[in-house]
């Protein structure tokens, strides 16, 4: 948690530099899944979804990319708008940042660059659709997100809905796992695949945004520097079969290893499944914003009484 935000950067929008001097909760949101999970039109409407459903439980939405070379913490409709329609924006993740910086590239920020930006910048709440993971191996090469190395060692409470859907589920768990991440199921019993139930018994579940702020305040206690990763359920009633899933995923994944995999899998399957994965993805983007504003919230007021 860095307090002095002067020396970091990047460049805060108005609304997000008063949230810290109030202070008033915030959260942070990626810009990728708008830039490259989404079709084109559908992004910038779900981000601005996001931001009233954060709004509408008292917390300031800041999604995070960048413009121009220029780190944004805290993006305004317009800029969000002219990023989600400039045809040479990037799909930006933390080893990235470097190079968009003096290449002065625009684009949208992964789950594992928002997480570095969010940690420099001392907010403590992100919210996403699906983390990266481990791939399904494809012609006998690798494939593995950034998201798990970031999630490892950036200290903030993330809220998704699990791995996103073309990953190995069983191995991006196992991974986070290995990288000492907490993992906990909110209000379910077992871990979320992102448009199916998974089925695997969840070690750690959570019922409430009090619990949660506790568990991650004492998780932060330790000092393991890790994530703490609360994985919220799509609601059942769009929730699909798994198996229903993986078959659209045999006729649509690309297999071919590299940052274009995600979009071109994903829109194959909202074609395949006549949009029901699209209309899945967005309905857990904008629940898992209402529910990052609530744990952000929560936390505000747990921070509080234990420093007075
Ligand atoms: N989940 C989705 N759509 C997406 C992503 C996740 O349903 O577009 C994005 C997120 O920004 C995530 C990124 O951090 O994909 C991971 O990409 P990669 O596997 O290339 O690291
Ligand atoms: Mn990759």
Redesign the pocket.
Known sequence: MQKDRSSAPFLFGDEVKEAFDIPTPIVAFETAFMTHGLPEGVGIEVMNEMMEACRSRCAVPSPIGVVDGDILVGMDEDQLLSLSLDPDREKISSRDLGFAATRKLSGGTTVSSTLRISHISGIDVMATGGI?GV?PVANGKI????DLLELSRCPLMIVCSGPKSILDVEATYEILEALCVPVAAYGTGTLPGFLFETGIPAERVLDSPERACRSFNEHMRFGSGSAFLVANPLSKELSLEREYVSDLLNRSDPLI???S?TPEALSGLSRLSGGRTLEANRSLLVGNARLAAEMASELHALIRTKSK
């Open positions: 990266g791939h494939d593995i997100s950034q290893p590299g940052r995999r």
